[in-house]
């Protein structure tokens, strides 16, 4: 199972579309129930759910109900103008939100996450990104297997 948060972004939703073409089992998240009633609609192959990154129950919550084997982060604010303008907010999003996914994940006892990508590493270091992209396709490769 792949939970794909921050999906009606860009990357996340062509990530999405591919592994659910590769016919991977997808759990694809939007922060609020009109982004995930617009994105169903863009990707109705995919399972939707809503996540508030920012909620630590919220994320606990979706961890323990989806059992995700691979977690990719894309929930997050890229705007260069927001992060001058508006630094906390970035902040609590795309450090404090990873930081909560990582807690509901290292708290749930039922859920064994192999692989954690988050967005920044694969934005700011192609080195990273390249690894990542590998690891994800090495375990698609060995689901087929």
């Not at 759910?49 to 989806?66: H, W």
């Not at 988050?118 to 994800?136: F, K, M, T, Y």
């Amino acid at each position: 199972m792949i939970l794909v948060t921050g999906a009606p972004g860009q990357d996340a939703l062509i990530l999405s579309k591919l592994s659910c073409s590769l016919g991977e089992e997808v759990v694809a998240t939007a922060r609020t129930i009109s982004q995930k009633k617009r994105s169903e609609q863009m990707l109705p192959d995919c399972r939707w759910e809503v996540l508030d990154i920012q909620n630590t129950d919220s994320c606990s919550q979706v961890i323990r109900r989806i059992k995700p084997t691979t977690v990719f982060n894309f929930a997050g604010i890229s705007s260069v103008a927001d992060s001058w303008s508006n630094p906390s907010l970035i902040q609590s999003i795309n450090v404090n939100g990873a930081l909560n996914l990582l807690w509901a994940i290292a708290t749930s006892l039922s859920t064994l996450v192999r692989e954690f990508i988050d967005h920044s590493d694969i934005a700011l270091n192609p080195q990273q990104r390249d690894e990542a992209h590998g690891v994800w396709l090495r375990t698609l490769s060995s689901k087929e297997q």
